[in-house]
């Protein structure tokens, strides 16, 4: 039992990143990043937020610390290993959810099966840069035999949030392609029906940019009976990577969470 416990500890360790630990935290605000992504960018906003929020973010197989772990494979199996590691986490304190682009649609479906199989919910889902998992408006990903190197690294500079010099520095590309293309297949077969009743009774906010390329933003609230609210920023995809922005969503969130509280 000792040895499952200390490997269970491990696997949190590896799967969930929390760089500024808050003991004394009144929430938890858990953090889901884009394709392609790791944990830092997200982990390192526990340093800036306020410190009624502890903040954790998640770390896919495949990156970081977990390098040598092989990508998953699907949908389920990532929201499987999330909730089997944030569970522990999530117990003892409110918890609400941020996702950014991808990272929209695996917090929306690890806070249904949070739901669904331990009763779990967070207070809020906030997504970011995200076409509604159900939506007809999400973009269609090409299948592995038509996208080429060049073809990837065209689309990162449409969605935008990576610098020209590292899109074209080939070391930086043969790390961060293979993840991105190992995320697009995830995303690619993943699909979502409309719902015909709401599923999480949280609220729910999206944040966009204003050049954004995610579309028909109105459809996330087919999915929550609470309240939705949209904001839109200045920007492209990665609008939040502006100091502006990005301090506007924290303090939204730290603002909304507070709020519910006393309400």
Sequence with gaps: ???????????????????????????????????????????KWGEKMNDSLEVHSIRLAGRESRFEEPF??????????????????????????????????????????????????????FVS???????????????????????????????GGTPVDLINDEEFSQQYLPRLMADARILRDYTFNAPSEALLSCDLTCFVGSEDVAEDIEAWKDVISGRFHIYVRPGNHFYLMETSNETFIMNYITKCLEISMLA
């Design 1 to 43: 039992m000792e040895k499952e416990n200390k490997a269970g500890a491990a696997r949190n360790e590896k799967a969930v990143s929390c760089l500024y630990p808050k003991p004394n935290a009144v929430f938890r605000l858990i953090c889901f990043p884009w394709a392609g992504s790791g944990s830092i960018y997200f982990a």
């Design 72 to 125: 998953a494979s699907d949908m389920c199996q990532i929201v499987g290993e999330i909730v089997c590691v944030l569970l522990p986490v999530l117990q003892d304190k409110p918890f609400a959810f941020f996702g950014h682009s991808m990272g929209a649609s695996i917090a929306f479906m690890t806070a249904l099966h949070l739901k669904e199989k331990h009763k779990l919910e967070p207070m809020h889902l």
């Design 129 to 159: 840069s995200a076409t509604p998992p159900h939506s007809k408006a999400r973009h269609r990903i090409p299948e592995d035999k038509e996208v080429s190197d060049e073809h990837l690294r065209s689309f990162i500079l449409t969605f």
